[in-house]
């Protein structure tokens, strides 16, 4: 069993940066892939990016040039660094571990998932 710990949302304005933090516990996450989505209000959820056990990096559309994804992998803790935020990107933001196979875009791919944390950007 996995448990994820996202932190670090809030509200910022318009071309303004968050950090965001997943910190796991119960197994050592070096050698899964990993990811963040986000879900607006009635909306589906988004891929945003991911990172793979070799570091690797995948980026949604929404996502290429301003966010940056990364992992450390002794404190067992993936980031989302999030620049020049802009309105559309006022989500719920969710990190994921996948354990299995499958697009790494995609949610279902993903086995464990954090509780969310709000991201929300004024204009």
């Known amino acids: 069993q996995v448990q994820l710990v996202e932190s670090g949302g809030g509200l910022v304005q318009t071309g303004g940066s968050l950090r965001l933090s997943c910190v796991a516990s119960?197994?050592?996450?070096?050698?899964?892939?990993m990811g963040w989505f986000r879900q607006a209000p009635g909306k589906e959820r988004e891929f945003v990016a991911a990172?793979?056990?070799?570091?690797?990096?995948w980026y949604g559309d929404s996502a290429k040039g301003r966010f940056v994804i990364a992992r450390n992998n002794p404190k067992n803790t993936i980031y989302l660094q999030m620049n020049n935020l802009k309105p559309g990107d006022t989500a719920v933001y969710y990190c994921?571990?996948?354990?299995?196979?499958?697009?790494?875009?995609?949610?279902?791919?993903?086995?464990?998932w954090g509780q969310g944390t709000q991201v929300t950007v004024s204009s």
């Open positions: 994921a571990v996948r354990v299995d196979t499958g697009p790494i875009q995609s949610p279902p791919a993903y086995d464990y």
């Open positions: 990172i793979t056990s070799s570091d690797g990096t």
């Open positions: 119960g197994r050592t996450l070096s050698t899964y892939d």
